[in-house]
């Protein structure tokens, strides 16, 4: 018996030795590499990647199958600002795509498509990079909706060819047609509750608003949703397998009025609460639009609310995707602490305007002590915001301990992948190692919302392997 202890005792130690060298050699090799850029992109394309925590399907499909799409179906085409539709619309020039083949002008079209659907050939000159971000998403959403299937499919393949092996996506919004009109509390009366900081009132008067809501129906619309779509779509498609597993996000409009943002909430909420497949919930749109800069901290409040009423489902919130310039100074200060302190989010989504929060260290320090993790999106930052380099907080959040975990975001839209925002990290934060990198790999398992522990534990396993394997693979220094 002692026998066959000391000989499992001795393998343990030499396959922890053995790895141990590989490790350093993958270290070594990284920081041979990491000023050449088309060697970084060699190393990080064959790196084990983990998951992409902030990802919004509609803008991770790329343009290309959605023109395809489009001019299949013969969509009608608006030839000034080239959104889809499929009915011809009242107002503007709108043709249809067997027309523009039939006067050899499909071509043309197809490039000034590419154009606004992505930023396909953007010169920084023509058009705010925001705005053509933002405004792309209702140009194609009539190729969006019908192709989920496709789109599903298309983003699994893409991940396992990249070494990404879990995808935490914001699929649809939830259909609903409840009739909110003849509620006693409106979205004024919300706003004037937020604007006197009467929270109490607030919360007495989203009762009545929530108890409404139960009554017409909210429990049947997240049932219909998480069984005739997420699952019926989820379990058609297969999209978890031994190479890959997904997960889906809900999510609220930060544009709408207050009442009708809180009805999708509540419902979004018991969607989450009541399906494995859904794992948390989100609030998206511009950050510096007028209704979400008027409307923010009561935003946060409904958060707060409805995680009172439904305490095990989680939720990351875009906060702090804003810069200088963007919008007036006294607003950078309190978007992150709104997220973290008042609606108590799980993750936050980009953070960059963090240098410029209230008592900055003070939130980081509880950001850490509390495990709340920031995804990092630098190519999304750097289009959008034009924060790139060291005018990123991403080694603020480091230098704190705050858990990083590196994301895609619209990489659709953006004409990027995964891949390209590790060779952006690589290069531009010298000061991260190999073993850094390396652990916001694993904090895009740890940190995901994947409810079931074994799921989460495989994920973790079939890491610890693939990183293995992949360092073995490095040439030797």
């Not at 060699?42 to 992409?52: I, N, S, T």
């Not at 139960?214 to 978890?240: S, V």
């Not at 998206?284 to 958060?303: A, I, N, R, W």
Request: charged share 25%; net charge neutral.
């Amino acid at each position: 018996m002692t026998k066959i202890i000391l000989k499992q005792l001795f393998l343990l130690v030499f396959l922890t030795l053995y790895s141990i060298g590989f490790s350093q050699n993958a270290t070594l090799y990284f920081e041979k590499i990491r000023n050449n850029e088309a060697e970084l992109t060699a190393f990080f394309a064959q790196m084990p990647k983990g998951g992409d925590l902030h990802h919004h399907y509609s803008g991770a499909i790329y343009a290309e199958p959605l023109l395809e799409y489009a001019i299949a179906q013969n969509l009608y085409l608006n030839l000034e600002t080239m959104q889809v539709e499929k009915e011809k619309q009242a107002t503007g020039t709108w043709m249809q795509f067997s027309s523009l083949k039939s006067k050899g002008e499909l071509e043309t079209y197809k490039q000034q498509i590419l154009h606004k659907w992505s930023v396909k050939d953007y010169n920084n000159v023509d058009y705010p990079s925001d705005k053509l971000f933002f405004e792309s998403f209702d140009k194609f959403w009539a190729a969006t909706k019908p192709t989920f299937k496709t789109g599903l499919l298309e983003l699994k393949n893409r991940a396992i060819v990249e070494n990404v092996n879990y995808i935490e996506t914001q699929l649809s919004t939830i259909p609903c047609d409840m009739n909110t009109d003849d509620l006693a509390i409106t979205s004024s009366k919300l706003r004037e509750l937020m604007l006197v900081k009467d929270e109490k009132a607030l919360f007495r008067a989203l009762d009545l608003v929530y108890d409404q809501l139960i009554a017409r129906g909210a429990n049947t619309y997240a049932a219909t949703f998480n069984t005739e779509f997420i699952n019926a779509l989820h379990e058609e498609l297969k999209m978890d397998d031994s190479r890959f597993t997904m997960r889906y996000q809900n999510f609220v409009l930060r544009f709408m009025e207050p009442i009708d943002l809180f009805k999708n909430l509540v419902i979004a909420f018991i969607s989450a609460n009541t399906d494995p497949l859904i794992v948390g919930v989100n609030i998206v749109s511009p950050e510096d639009g007028e209704t979400s800069m008027k409307d923010y901290q009561l935003h946060m409040l409904l958060f707060k609310y409805c995680h009172a009423k439904f305490p095990n489902v989680k939720y990351a919130l875009h906060a702090g995707e804003l810069t200088l310039g963007l919008v007036p100074p006294e607003d950078l200060t309190w978007h992150i602490n709104e997220a973290v302190y008042t609606a108590g989010a799980n993750r936050i989504g980009h953070g960059v305007d963090l240098a410029y929060e209230k008592k900055p260290y003070d939130l980081l320090r509880y950001m850490t002590k509390n495990k709340i993790a920031v995804e990092m999106n630098l190519v999304s930052n750097e289009f959008i915001l034009k924060v790139k380099e060291n005018r990123h907080p991403i080694l603020l959040y480091k230098d704190f301990g705050v858990p990083i975990v590196i994301s895609s975001d619209d990489a659709g839209i953006l004409r990027t992948n995964l891949t390209e925002q590790y060779v952006l990290l690589a290069k531009r934060y010298k000061s991260l190692s190999y073993a850094d990198i390396k652990q916001f790999v694993y904090n895009s398992i740890t940190y995901s919302f994947i409810k079931e522990k074994s799921v989460k534990n495989q994920l973790l396993k079939d890491l610890d392997k693939k990183f293995k394997d992949f360092e073995s693979s490095l040439p030797q220094q």
